[in-house]
């Protein structure tokens, strides 16, 4: 389920023939591709698919997955491409909610929806959505996930795993409870916009100091701070005490039998990870704090290509592949 491996997309993009003015072509690792413009600009396009979402924020994911992909690059999202596909049996009223969701969404981020499509056909069985995201950034403030450098600290913008706790507990509303306590599994129903990372990307984009960001969604951390480092040509070592762990995601450590991997590897759709000099932490974290979120410095790039997690006190290699139970928590 979810992306292929980077194999198989080597395998998949190989074919693709890009022109001069094309400066990030279809790459693993990378959620956006940019193309140079006039005026020494950039333009920075993304697309994302969406599915098995919480029915009453479709619209609302379907435009902020794109849109934070793009602001992670430091570009601003202002163009908006929607399709929406339903199967036969779709209700008129079910588009009209999601467009209205979509629309709201493209409000509060001052983007205009340019074009789309929507229709209902055979051989699908729920609602599926592509949003392509287009942002403007001068190409000396252009930031891709390949830019960290040797002694950036990690930062990590908001909890592990929120992804899996906020769907869990809007999409599987008993068993959040009995797992958290009904009175939190009705706050964490209430954090569904901690999914999109286009506030705090964008702020950290304009602070300096940041050379690589990553959304940590498919795959968690695991699979984020293995494609950095991959295209940096760097290694890392994270301390495991220093990670933003809620006291749910543990209950869910304890109840499903996850392993230290599983945990990184969980959902955390709207979690920034950013490669930051060391000069810059305190800006940085001064100005997440003013958002209110509670950001975290979890580890630091190294030019050694080993990867490491300590835990208490003892190295242990990092997971290479990201065993992400998204599908057996949410879905299961």
């Known amino acids: 389920m979810g992306k292929l491996s980077n194999r198989e997309l080597w395998s998949l ?3 693709i023939k890009t022109g001069k003015e094309t400066l ?17 600009q950039c333009l920075v396009v993304s697309t994302d698919p969406c599915i098995g979402v919480p029915q009453e924020w479709f ?9 934070s992909d793009v602001a992670l690059f ?6 908006l491409v929607l399709t929406m596909l339903g199967p036969r049996w779709t209700r008129f009223e079910r588009y009209r909610s999601a467009m209205r969701q979509a629309c709201a969404a493209a409000t509060e981020l001052k983007a205009t ?27 000396k403030d252009l930031i891709t996930p390949d830019g960290s450098k040797q002694g950036d600290l990690i930062l990590c913008s908001k909890p592990l795993g929120l992804e899996i706790l906020i769907n869990l507990s809007l999409m ?19 954090m569904i916009m901690m999914q999109s990372c286009v506030k705090e990307a964008s702020l950290l984009a304009t602070i300096g100091g940041v050379h690589a ?53 969980m959902s955390s759709t709207g979690t920034v990870l950013a490669a930051l000099s060391p000069s810059h932490v305190d800006s940085a974290i001064k100005a ?12 630091s790039f190294t030019r050694n290509r080993r990867r490491f997690l300590e835990i208490d006190g003892k190295m242990k290699d990092f997971p290479r592949s990201a065993e992400d139970p998204y599908a057996m928590i949410v879905n299961g």
Not at 59 to 67: D, E, I, R
Not at 221 to 228: D, H, I, K, S, T
Request: charged content about 20%; aromatic content about 6%.
């Open 74 to 79: 430091g570009a601003e999202p202002r163009y």
């Open 13 to 15: 993009l190989c074919c």
């Open 172 to 190: 599987r509303r008993k068993r959040a409870s009995r797992l958290f306590g009904e009175r939190r599994a009705r706050q964490l129903a209430r």
């Open 288 to 299: 997440l704090s003013r958002i209110g979120l509670n950001p975290s410095i979890i580890g």
């Open 113 to 139: 929806v340019v074009t789309g499509h929507t229709g209902s056909y055979d051989g699908l069985t729920s609602l599926i959505g592509t949003c392509t995201a287009y942002g403007l950034v001068d190409s």
């Open 59 to 67: 619209g609302w994911l379907l435009v902020h997955y794109s849109a």
């Open 213 to 265: 960001m990553h959304d940590a969604t498919e795959g968690g951390v695991v699979a984020a701070l293995n494609e950095m480092a991959d295209m940096s040509g760097l290694g890392f070592t994270l301390d495991f005490g220093k990670l933003p762990i809620t006291d749910e995601a543990r209950i869910l450590v304890g109840s499903y039998d996850l392993t230290t991997s599983q945990l990184l590897a």
């Open 24 to 40: 990030i072509p279809p790459r693993p690792g990378f959620d956006s591709g940019v193309h140079r413009i006039e005026g020494g």
